[in-house]
């Protein structure tokens, strides 16, 4: 059994008949708001005609969201399932190829309605799901209550800003913990600078421009697990945000910013340095954000505003940006760091002294 898609994740693109027999692209139904996507494993659900219908009536909860229904069948099945008098929304008949995509391969005769609520860049916010006999009225309202908690703030105007990519939901809460827990139960090392002279190569710590703990990840089941969802949530964005296909990954640590013993990172770029000239885009993931104070970054170039990602949150940006992580001034802020670039990046390898292992 595979898992689908789930929160965090961003459904893709497709295309298929509706239920007239038109052909639909999901892009071209999208009006960048906030979509609801109902996924019918079968058209003999249970209850799914119900479902239809409720869906396809006017209702305040309804109002600003979007919605779509999938039901693995031909058109002609989705046909006869449609109440012609609503037409507020699509339904879309699939050959299954979209539906395993989306619910991943459940066991044989589960047949479920399965409702992912997508934000208005079409990320899951939550993955629900309803079996038969239970109630559908209070499922559809859990759904509609998605989007009471995760009512998207008001517009404003905006002059000047940092190219920076914000993506939510890279990691869940758990993860976030577990990798906190793995730093804590460790501690980590102080963390260094990277100095050349010539053929010198050294690495020390230099309270002048940071004072951080490290802790890099070597472990393969550590590794393939942060892998896995940077595959799923942030490579794709990258592409589709900068037109850049990232193909590898410097290695992976989890770092702490420290209150009591001062934590910040002066000004800075990412690609300076001989052995970083590879770089392309930075990436950070806050683990615990709200748990501390102080501790966002800056990009001084652009203006004097403080970015923060919210708690399992990337911020992507380019390694060729002056930034700085500002001072923790109360608690510990922990984040997993790491670097990207393509096929094409010559990379130096460099041997410095002192360095810790995984570098």
Known sequence: MTAGLTRGDRVPDFRRLDHKGEPQLLYDLHFGQPMTLFVFDSPETPDIRLALDALGRDH?????????????????????????ESG???????????????????????????????DSNLRIIERLEYSAGGNLDAFLQQVAAVYKREAPRSGQVCRQQ??????????????????????????????????????????????????????????EHWINRIRE?????????????????????????????????????????DNESRDTLHRRFAMTINLNTGDYTGGQLRFPEFSTDLYEPERGGAVIFSCSLLHEATNVTKGKRYALLSFFFGESENVQPVQYQNAPAGR
């Open 60 to 84: 305040p909860d309804w109002a600003q969201i979007n919605r779509i229904a999938v039901v693995r069948g031909t058109p002609a099945q989705c046909a006869g399932l449609v109440n012609d």
């Open 162 to 219: 940092a190219p920076v990519l914000f993506i939510p939901r890279v990691l869940d809460a758990l993860f976030c913990d577990e990798l906190i827990a793995l730093f804590e139960k460790d501690g980590g090392q102080p963390s260094g600078v990277s100095y050349l002279e010539g053929d010198k190569a050294t690495w020390k710590p230099d309270p002048g421009v940071k004072i951080r703990r490290d802790l890099y990840l070597n472990e």
């Open 229 to 269: 969802m940077l595959m799923r949530r942030v490579l794709p964005e990258i592409q589709r945000c900068f037109n850049y296909q990232v193909t590898q990954h410097d290695p992976f640590k989890l770092i702490c910013y420290d209150a009591e013993t001062g934590g910040y990172f002066r000004p800075h770029r």
């Open 88 to 118: 507020a929304f699509a339904v879309l008949a699939d050959d299954g190829t979209v539906t395993a995509h989306l619910l991943g391969f459940p066991p044989a005769g589960q047949r479920l309605i399965t409702a992912f609520a997508l």
